[in-house]
């Protein structure tokens, strides 16, 4: 993310939290008093946010500064220490929630997505995530997916086509939305890869005959029904020579990826990496020398 656009939701952050002062802080803390915090790790898990945490820092008082000694996408452990603060005690209070709450959250979707994509790191497949995000926080979260090893599907409605369920229907069909896609992007210039959700066979065999879709999304199918979509895709390949990628996508599960990407789909994307994560655990307290 630009810095330049994070320092403008850091802003809103902070214009949020303290306003016209942390009069807990200021009555009872003198304002030249130097101190440190450090970030102490609660509970297992994969670390995110440390490169925000930083930008955090620098956004509220230049003159804090990091001992780092844990990085963005290292495993943790209960008790670990991830880094530690130097600068006014003022400071180091006013900081604490904001960076605590987004880097709690990133590593909480990081370790969630740690999770899921080990279960499938020997079949090739990779888990993506989807804009199932919280507003304002997309690009965070996403980037805490990576972070988590997995990858990023589209960043919004603006950087690819997906043609979903509701697309299709009010499109008039699977032949209808997909060349009405391609002409749109011929017209308007656009080169956007273009990806179509399928529910059954028959629209999976429809939507391959036109040539157009760059990836086909296999929707609420069951495992059994997706290596079946799989050889159907796989033996329109050899017949037309190109190549179309594979997503399965719909209620996906921990107790499931592992089938899904068995059954030789590229993708499995899986809403949960950041609508229902866990945040992570962990607190900034202050050291005492």
């Known amino acids: 993310m630009e810095k330049t656009e994070l320092n403008k939701l850091i ?3 902070f214009e949020e939290d303290i306003r016209d002062g942390d009069h807990t802080s200021l009555c009872c803390i003198p304002p030249s008093q130097q101190g440190c915090q450090q970030l102490i790790i609660k509970a297992d898990g994969v670390l995110a946010g440390v490169e925000v945490a930083k930008a955090v820092l620098e956004y509220f008082d230049k003159d804090l500064r990091m001992e780092q000694i844990l ?3 290292d495993e943790v452990k209960k008790g670990d220490i991830a880094f530690r603060v130097y600068g006014r005690e003022l400071s180091l209070l006013q900081v604490e929630r904001t ?3 987004i880097m709690q959250r990133m590593s909480g979707i990081a370790t969630t997505t740690r999770r ?3 279960l499938i790191a020997d079949t090739g497949c990779y888990v993506l995530d989807t804009r199932k995000t919280t507003p304002g926080l997309r690009y965070l979260e996403k ?4 972070i988590g090893g997995g990858m990023n599907h589209r960043i919004g409605l603006f950087d690819m086509i997906l043609l979903k369920d509701n697309h299709v229907d009010f499109a008039g069909g699977i032949t209808a939305a997909l060349t009405a896609a391609q002409r749109y992007c011929r017209e308007k210039k656009k080169d956007l890869r273009i990806e179509i959700e399928t529910r059954n066979f028959d629209e999976l065999r429809e939507a391959l005959s036109t040539g157009i879709p760059d990836r086909v999304m296999l929707d609420n199918y069951t495992p059994e029904q997706t ?3 799989v050889e159907i895709v796989r033996q329109w390949e050899k017949e037309n020579g190109k190549k179309v990628e594979i997503e399965s996508s719909g209620g996906i599960t921990l107790d499931t990826i592992r089938d899904y990407a068995l059954a030789g ?4 994307s899986v809403g949960a990496l950041t609508h229902s994560f866990k ?8 050291v005492k020398f």
């Open 11 to 13: 802003a809103i952050w």
């Open 71 to 73: 990085k963005d996408g």
């Open 99 to 101: 960076m605590l709450n």
């Open 116 to 118: 899921y994509q080990s």
């Open 143 to 146: 980037e805490a997916v990576k």
């Open 227 to 229: 290596r079946q979509a």
């Open 265 to 268: 789909v590229d993708f499995v």
């Open 279 to 286: 945040a992570l655990d962990m607190s900034f307290k202050a």
